[in-house]
Each structure stands twice: as structure tokens, then as C-alpha cells.
């Protein structure tokens, strides 16, 4: 069964906003089928329940961390504690990955300095640090432990081949894309300008100029149909 924290960032029928408005509905998402399509796949591939909530846990408890928020501590060190609101996250976040509740708190608003003059070398020093850097630190935490999660479903996946030593192998392929915002600053615009030309390029080079020649040599592939972006170019 799921611990008690892991739901905490799932939307729950037992929520005021859910009994008053209902869930969130979308006509072009399904999230339910999404997600069964998507445990399917998983099994597929050889994962089995414990690790499928293994997976499961690590993203929860990134979307926790990511909760989580600091405050001045208004003494002379200049450091920052966490948020009384937040407590709750970083205990859930503790849980979830593995981690004592208190060697997580400390490494948030804490950083290690060696020293390397004075003193005995070597000595461990922990400097507080203060709130933008600890935001930092968090973002940072959160995206190694994302980015390591995500390494291994792509590594869990390449092992479904049946062979010892194959040639075939699952790449992905992360094409750029841009953010919309309710007001978009020029930066902003020319950011989705230059994801609108890199998408351009891939669809001619990896689509259309490809297509082209397995038509012109009678491959008889079927064709990849795709949204050409020269108008919003």
C-alpha cells in the first residue's frame, strides 16, 4: 500500500475544492487512461510493482521538495530555516526518497566548506546559507534527483532486449520547445523564436528531406504526418 504522504500531491475526492467543483476536466487529456497506458508500458518492459513504486515515490517526493520554502532566521549568520508551512513537505520528501527528516533540513539551508588554511585541514565547516541560495540549492536537488530517475527508466527500458548484445536501443530525442505566459516579456519572444526556427529545422532535415527520399527510392514507408510551423515563424 502507499504511504500516507505519497497522495499528498494528488488531487483527492475528499478535498473542499473537489466536492465543490469537481475534478479538473480537460477534453483533450485523459489522465487516467494516460496513466494506465503508461503502467502498462512499465510492465511491458519488466518492471514490476515495487519498482514501479519506487518510481513513483522519487517523483513524489521531487514535486514535495519542490514545495518547500525558506525564511530569514533574522540572526547575525544571515541564514535562512525552513518555512513552519513547510515542514509537513520535507518530512513527506524525507520519507519518500530514503532520507533522515534532519540531514535533509540541514543540507537545504546548509552548505560544506573544507578547510584548507588554519586550523586542523580537513575540517568540516557548514555555512548557513541564505534564502535565494537555498532555493537554489533546492531547484538543483530536485533536477539531479529528476534527471537520475530519468536516466534509469531509459536504462530500465534498453534492458528489455532480449539479446546480450544488441544494436537496437531506445534514444530520446528531446526537441525544443517554448512557454507561453500571460505576458511575455522580449526575451521571452525571442526565446520561442529560436525553439520555433531549431523545430523548423528538425521537421525539414529529419522529416520532410527524409520522407522525400525514401519516396524518390521507392521505400514504400509510411508517411509521418507533422505540423509545419512557418506561419507562427
Given at each position: 500500500?502507499?504511504?500516507?504522504?505519497?497522495?499528498?500531491?494528488?488531487?483527492?475526492?475528499?478535498?473542499p475544492q473537489h466536492v465543490k467543483a469537481g475534478p479538473l476536466k480537460d477534453p483533450l487529456l485523459d489522465d487516467q487512461g494516460d496513466f494506465n497506458r503508461m503502467s502498462g508500458a512499465?510492465?511491458?518492459?519488466?518492471?514490476?510493482?515495487?519498482?514501479?513504486?519506487?518510481?513513483?515515490?522519487?517523483?513524489?517526493?521531487?514535486?514535495?521538495?519542490?514545495?518547500?520554502?525558506?525564511?530569514?532566521?533574522?540572526?547575525?549568520?544571515?541564514?535562512?530555516?525552513?518555512?513552519?508551512?513547510?515542514?509537513?513537505?520535507?518530512?513527506?520528501?524525507?520519507?519518500?526518497?530514503?532520507?533522515?527528516?534532519?540531514?535533509?533540513?540541514?543540507?537545504?539551508?546548509?552548505?560544506?566548506?573544507?578547510?584548507?588554511?588554519?586550523?586542523?585541514?580537513?575540517?568540516?565547516?557548514?555555512?548557513?546559507?541564505?534564502?535565494?541560495?537555498?532555493?537554489?540549492?533546492?531547484?538543483?536537488?530536485?533536477?539531479?534527483?529528476?534527471?537520475?530517475?530519468?536516466?534509469?527508466?531509459?536504462?530500465?527500458?534498453?534492458?528489455?532486449?532480449?539479446?546480450?548484445?544488441?544494436?537496437?536501443?531506445?534514444?530520446?530525442?528531446?526537441?525544443?520547445?517554448?512557454?507561453?505566459?500571460?505576458?511575455?516579456?522580449?526575451?521571452?519572444?525571442?526565446?520561442?523564436?529560436?525553439?520555433?526556427?531549431?523545430?523548423?529545422?528538425?521537421?525539414?532535415?529529419?522529416?520532410?528531406?527524409?520522407?522525400?527520399?525514401?519516396?524518390?527510392?521507392?521505400?514504400?514507408?509510411?508517411?509521418?504526418?507533422?505540423?509545419?510551423?512557418?506561419?507562427?515563424?
Amino acid at each position: 500500500c502507499l504511504p500516507e504522504c505519497l497522495p499528498e500531491c494528488l488531487p483527492v475526492s475528499s478535498r473542499p475544492q473537489h466536492v465543490k467543483a469537481g475534478p479538473l476536466k480537460d477534453p483533450l487529456l485523459d489522465d487516467q487512461g494516460d496513466f494506465n497506458r503508461m503502467s502498462g508500458a512499465m510492465k511491458k518492459i519488466g518492471l514490476d510493482d515495487s519498482e514501479k513504486l519506487d518510481l513513483f515515490r522519487v517523483v513524489a517526493g521531487v514535486l514535495h521538495l519542490g514545495n518547500v520554502d525558506f525564511e530569514e532566521t533574522g540572526s547575525t549568520s544571515g541564514g535562512c530555516t525552513i518555512r513552519k508551512q513547510s515542514s509537513q513537505c520535507v518530512e513527506h520528501c524525507a520519507e519518500l526518497l530514503g532520507l533522515e527528516d534532519d540531514d535533509l533540513r540541514v543540507s537545504l539551508t546548509s552548505r560544506v566548506m573544507l578547510t584548507t588554511a588554519g586550523g586542523a585541514k580537513g575540517t568540516v565547516i557548514k555555512v548557513p546559507l541564505k534564502v535565494e541560495q537555498a532555493n537554489n540549492a533546492r531547484d538543483a536537488l530536485a533536477k539531479a534527483v529528476y534527471s537520475r530517475l530519468f536516466d534509469h527508466v531509459v536504462t530500465r527500458a534498453n534492458q528489455c532486449f532480449p539479446f546480450q548484445s544488441s544494436a537496437n536501443f531506445i534514444g530520446v530525442l528531446d526537441i525544443a520547445g517554448f512557454e507561453y505566459f500571460e505576458h511575455n516579456s522580449f526575451e521571452q519572444f525571442c526565446i520561442n523564436y529560436c525553439n520555433e526556427k531549431l523545430q523548423q529545422f528538425f521537421n525539414e532535415r529529419i522529416l520532410k528531406e527524409e520522407q522525400e527520399l525514401y519516396h524518390r527510392e521507392g521505400l514504400g514507408v509510411n508517411e509521418v504526418h507533422y505540423v509545419d510551423n512557418q506561419d507562427c515563424i
